[in-house]
């Protein structure tokens, strides 16, 4: 079995990517299952944060055993956030192919400031992120960077540049998907998954950095640091 950990920040196209790879016949799809962990051990007051803990296994050495013994289909596809994996041995990361998602970093701060006043570093996870990265790759792993601006803008030629990169073949189906929730969508989907549950694929569109309110600047110059530090390996 093939596992891919998709390691994104917030308000990316995270769930897009797993409404995609939730189209092969071929792939199960799993939504953040260290949500839960990073709840309780962070105590961030989260929306939904007491049903999220109720609803899912918060051991990570139980989560991520099993992710690592899950062998329903020939690919899993596990969407993580950054964040999430913090404070982790990440030795387990070696059985995996470690997918980096990033997304210029106004549009990140700019959708995230309307759900969460108070938005530190972590929260978005690049500076976690681009550790994570040279890691692996000090470790001799190859991990593979996309950025969400240029998969939008030619979803039908970077998805197959996706699968190339993770040697899996395309499959057409992963382009578009019904409107609505899907089974495999957490229990914080309310909170966070209109914009996708409205979507029926990865719809083609050119992104423009967006103006930062005054408060994050020094959070959006940080952010853009460590964003074009993994952007140098994105997937042109």
């Known amino acids: 079995m093939k596992i891919i950990n998709l390691i994104s920040g917030p308000r990316?196209?995270?769930?897009a990517l797993m409404y995609s790879?939730?189209?092969?016949?071929?792939?199960?799809?799993?939504?953040?299952?260290?949500?839960?962990?990073?709840l309780t051990t962070t105590g961030l007051d989260h929306p939904g944060r007491e049903e999220i803990i109720a609803s899912m296994d918060c051991n990570p050495d139980s989560v991520i055993g099993s992710l690592l013994n899950d062998?329903?289909?020939?690919?899993?596809?596990?969407?993580?956030?950054?964040?999430?994996?913090?404070?982790l041995n990440t030795d387990?990361?070696?059985?995996?192919?470690?997918?980096?998602?990033?997304?210029?970093p106004s549009h990140i701060i700019t959708s995230f400031s309307k759900v969460v006043e108070k938005i530190p570093e972590e929260e978005i996870g690049y500076g976690y992120?681009?550790?994570?990265?040279?890691?692996?790759?000090?470790?001799?792993?190859?991990?593979?960077?996309?950025?969400?601006?240029?998969?939008?803008?030619?979803?039908?030629?970077?998805?197959?540049?996706?699968?190339?990169?993770?040697?899996?073949p395309f499959d057409k189906s992963?382009?578009?998907?019904?409107?609505?929730?899907?089974p495999e969508d957490g229990c914080w989907a309310k909170y966070w998954y209109?914009?996708?549950?409205?979507?029926?694929?990865l719809m083609q569109k050119s992104e423009q950095p967006k103006q930062v309110p005054e408060k994050y600047q020094?959070?959006?110059?940080?952010?853009?640091?460590?964003?074009?530090?993994?952007?140098?390996?994105?997937?042109?």
């Not at 387990?92 to 210029?104: G, T």
């Not at 550790?131 to 998805?159: A, C, F, H, R, W």
Request: aromatic share 10%.
């Open 194 to 201: 209109a914009n996708v549950h409205k979507s029926n694929g």
């Open 92 to 104: 387990f990361m070696s059985k995996m192919i470690n997918v980096f998602l990033i997304r210029e």
């Open 129 to 168: 992120s681009l550790k994570l990265y040279n890691q692996l790759v000090n470790e001799g792993q190859k991990p593979i960077v996309i950025d969400s601006g240029t998969v939008l803008k030619d979803p039908e030629t970077m998805l197959p540049k996706i699968c190339e990169a993770l040697e899996i």
């Open 21 to 38: 790879f939730a189209q092969r016949k071929d792939t199960k799809v799993i939504d953040e299952p260290l949500y839960g962990y990073y």
């Open 12 to 15: 990316n196209i995270s769930t």
């Open 218 to 236: 020094q959070l959006y110059t940080e952010a853009s640091k460590y964003y074009n530090e993994l952007f140098k390996h994105a997937i042109k």
């Open 71 to 87: 062998n329903g289909k020939n690919i899993l596809f596990v969407k993580n956030m950054a964040k999430h994996l913090v404070g």
């Open 174 to 182: 992963m382009l578009s998907w019904n409107p609505g929730p899907r």
